[in-house]
């Protein structure tokens, strides 16, 4: 028999989705799922971007595509990016935010854009960080140091 | 005031509104895109390897913020986005005289002598000015424009801050920082006046109520201009006139053209290629 489609079935698979660029984290543990709708066959994803301009978007519908794809009766997969809710790093998950600090990035601090000295470093919780480049390998991403533990650690920027 | 326009579809339906909104948004996606092109052909040359992240980044979200307005294009069917960016002529595009603007002398893959003074004080710039354009569309009658302007805002804050990090360093450093900092605001303002002109579509732009008038976007850009030059300790220059040529209406240089034939030389081969 087969099971009925409901958006459940798909949020449990999305938990496997992981953010392309930091494999640890779902991209649901990220905030960057909107919403889930099933008519029929034809599964509906709305995906919120973390910067506009990151280039793993493409890669992130792919992967949702594929993993979905794979649930006996459903005919297509449409994924849409949206900006209303707009993404903002205050939706990464309690568990998105633990994780992130085991992979060595600091998550984001609680705060209005601009106010980025307010992290701890993820491996000693130093508070005696500076920032190094607000602008680090990924546009969500700064680089900082942390003067205890003297590691170099990223930080997702408040958005 | 226009009423709100929700959708694409419902921008479709009306040919003057559709028109105007076309226009507008190839200003903006051109002056993100060919600004992107010219910070991508700094690309390994910048004066450290962590500006050269975080230049690099900055360009490539400046290209998804174009990436963004082509596709907007697109669902109101103009055209592939891809297409659009790289398969028009020069003379179509609409982007303003700043961003085309070359570097420096020499080419990125032969003797580059790029001025680094000039990429500072033209991003920082350009990026006071995308701030004051996105304010200026907060209250646009397309709804899209309005929910993309409010992300691009949050992003674009963090461009601002780090090119302020180097002019404000540099401007009250030592005389010949100083003076290469003074040559680039120089070189910038006089093409300045280009970001501001929306050229013939203007006032239709206005009309529709896409966006905030000319005279309120530089009023908005000189507030927070005014600011910059306080914290450089400059005088504040004023506001240049817009020019009589503008690239809003397809009026360009050579480096224009150069430009556009060398990022889209590998994409002409084959525009049909899968990548």
Known sequence: MTQALTADIFWELLQEVKDPEIPVISMIEMGMIGKVEVEGGVVTVDVLPTFVGCPAIEIMKKNIVEKLSTVEGVQDVQVNFVFEPAWSSDRITEEGREKLATFGIAPPPKVEVGDLMDVLCPFCNSANIQMDNLFGPAACRSILYCNDCKNPFEAIKPI | ?275
């Open chain 2, 1 to 275: 005031m226009t009423a709100l326009i929700e959708t694409v579809e419902q921008a479709k339906g009306n040919p003057e509104f559709l028109n105007a909104l076309t226009a507008l948004l190839f200003q903006m996606a051109d002056d993100d895109f060919i600004l992107a092109y010219r910070g991508s052909e700094w690309l390994g040359l910048a004066p450290h390897i962590e500006e050269d992240v975080a230049f690099s980044s900055m360009s490539q979200d400046t290209m998804g913020h174009a990436v963004l307005f082509y596709e907007l294009l697109e669902d109101l069917g103009v055209g592939r986005a891809d297409d659009l960016a790289q398969l028009r002529d020069p003379q179509d595009f609409r982007n303003a005289l700043l961003v085309e603007r070359p570097n420096g002398t020499g080419h990125y893959v032969e003797n580059p002598r790029y001025d680094w003074a000039y990429a500072v004080v033209r991003w920082y710039f350009y990026g006071l000015f995308k701030q004051a354009r996105l304010e200026a569309l907060s209250n646009s009658s397309f709804k899209p424009l309005v929910l993309v302007s409010q992300k691009m805002m949050k992003e674009q804050r963090y461009h601002v801050m780090h090119w302020q990090v180097w002019i404000a360093q540099l401007a009250n450093s030592n005389e010949e920082a100083r003076t290469r900092i003074t040559n680039a605001v120089d070189r910038v303002w006089e093409d300045l006046g280009s970001l501001f002109a929306y050229g013939s579509h203007g006032a239709e732009f206005v009309k529709q109520g896409l966006i905030e008038s000319e005279d309120a976007l530089k009023q908005r850009f000189e507030e927070k201009a005014k600011k910059a030059f306080a914290m450089c300790n400059f005088d504040w220059k004023g506001l240049p006139q817009a020019p009589a040529q503008t690239g809003r209406d397809g009026q360009h240089t050579q480096d224009l053209i150069d430009a556009v034939n060398t990022l889209s030389e590998v994409y002409r081969l084959d525009p049909s290629a899968a990548w």
